[in-house]
T-cell receptor, first 111, second 113 residues
């Protein structure tokens, strides 16, 4: 059974810091891995998708890496801003497009 | 604009009532999903569909049922709501075995009193 773990559970940083969120998964047989952002009381916004054959993806200040063999992914956020405050979710895609989520990292960026 | 819509956003309802949570997408995606998220907990897949007339149970057992009569529409029904059904329900869609990623709705926050 696929299990996804995210570390840390919560993170509070001052504005401007670079930070790393970690995600690990137990079964390397994945189609791809996706990072989402969830704001309180709202749905999920897709941030980055890394296909299983890729090593990393970048979008603006965000960079996500994938090491399928070791079952790890990291999300790097450069020059954090208060607007980045949200819960960040890592999810692996299994057969038929089904997602298995981690519990998330709650990020707070204070001015 | 391509999007996925869920209604209602919030619902407070009494025990024993029948409820239907609506989900519609305008992207023509073949695959649609329902995820359940209890407060402070991770999302769990409760139902999915490959296409019209296809529905399957997800990882988390649920007393709800779903139907897929039209590509764009994937409603979730609870025949008799109970307080244990209180949760947030998120609908999503994808295509091409998720090579293009997922689109999620804004969710329905259900409270059964």
């Amino acid at each position: 059974k696929q299990e996804v773990t995210q570390i840390p559970a919560a993170l509070s940083v001052p504005e401007g810091e670079n930070l790393v969120l970690n995600c690990s998964f137990t079964d390397s047989a994945i189609y791809n891995l996706q990072w989402f952002r969830q704001d309180p009381g709202k749905g999920l916004t897709s941030l980055l998708l890394i296909q299983s054959s890729q090593r990393e993806q970048t979008s603006g200040r965000l960079n996500a890496s994938l090491d399928k063999s070791s079952g790890r992914s990291t999300l790097y956020i450069a020059a954090s801003q208060p607007g980045d405050s949200a819960t960040y979710l890592c999810a692996v895609v299994r057969g038929y497009g089904k997602l298995t989520f981690g519990q998330g990292t709650i990020l707070t960026v204070h001015p | 604009e391509a999007d996925i819509y869920q209604t209602p956003r919030y619902l407070v309802i009494g025990t024993g009532k029948k409820i239907t949570l609506e989900c519609s997408q305008t992207m023509g995606h073949d695959k649609m999903y329902w995820y359940q998220q209890d407060p402070g907990m991770e999302l769990h897949l409760i139902h999915y569909s490959y296409g019209v007339n296809s529905t399957e149970k997800g990882d988390l057992s649920s007393e709800s049922t779903v139907s897929r009569i039209r590509t764009e529409h994937f409603p979730l029904t609870l025949e008799s709501a109970r307080p244990s059904h209180t949760s947030q329900y998120l609908c999503a869609s994808s295509e091409f075995d998720s090579l293009w990623g997922y689109t999620f709705g804004s969710g329905t926050r259900l409270t059964v009193v």
